[in-house]
């Protein structure tokens, strides 16, 4: 059995996340808590979205990277002695991060694994084996991927390996961190905001889907799966544990 070590894991997890982060600058007084957080730049073109609705969207995520920041630099001062689960500054503010945060990943992860006019998956890739070993064939991943797409609130259709469940799962993230599960690496990240897609599709969200999911970046994905394979060794928890 191939073994994996400290610095190969969080070299996987860092890779895959969407923005990169590095430590902020600060006093020793300070509780270590800032970070600074580095959005990608994009350029996307394709045939299904027009380009003003997509420059929109990435302008839309590099802000919601500034704001994640500012989030960041207030936690790094606020009052923890007056936290409480009702109504508090620091509450707010941990509200604030989980959101931005959250969204910031995804939105990222969508358009990583987006616009690819040659999209193709092979029946020999491990993307496409371990989808029809989870989901009995991969026509159930599709369907189900589609169903979770609908049925999101504002929010992303997610295939993920949960740990905890030692497979693959499609997973709705409503209003972009609303429902996200724990112990799960995310594969293929799908977002189904409104504003995605109304300027293009109007209500018509299911046409979206299919046009987004004839141009998934398989080649991409793949390296996902690949990455998933390795930490599932890692992420193994059942539950109780």
């Known amino acids: 059995m191939s073994t994996i070590n400290e610095r190969e894991i969080i070299k996987v997890i860092n890779e895959t996340l969407g923005i990169e982060g590095k430590k902020a600058k600060r006093s020793a007084s300070v509780l270590a808590e800032a970070y600074v957080l ?3 730049k994009y350029s996307i073109q394709t045939d299904v979205l027009s380009q003003k609705a997509l420059n929109a969207n990435i302008e839309d995520f590099q802000n919601t990277v500034k704001v994640a920041n500012e989030v960041s630099a207030k936690l790094d001062t606020a009052d923890r002695s007056a936290a409480n689960a009702k109504d508090s500054e620091y509450r707010e503010l941990k509200c604030a991060e989980s959101h931005n945060l959250s969204n910031a990943f995804l939105t990222s992860s969508h358009f990583d694994n987006i616009a690819d006019p040659t999209s193709k ?3 020999d890739s491990l993307a496409y084996m371990r989808l029809a070993r989870d989901f009995g064939t991969f026509e159930n991943w599709q369907r189900d991927f589609i169903a979770t797409a609908m049925s999101a609130r504002n929010g992303f259709a997610v295939t993920v390996y949960s740990g905890s469940l030692n497979r693959y799962i ?8 609303i429902g996200a599960m724990m112990n799960c690496f995310p594969v293929i990240c799908l977002c189904v905001k409104e504003q995605f897609y109304y300027r293009d599709y109007l209500n018509d969200r299911k046409s979206y889907i299919f046009a987004m999911m004839k141009e998934l970046r398989w080649s991409l994905i793949e390296k996902r799966f690949k990455k998933a394979d390795k930490l599932s060794k890692i992420l193994s928890s059942p539950l109780g544990d």
Do not use: F
């Not at 997973?171 to 972009?176: C, L």
């Open 121 to 123: 998956v092979l029946m």
């Open 38 to 40: 580095e959005p990608k």
């Open 170 to 177: 499609n997973v709705m993230v409503d209003e972009s961190s």
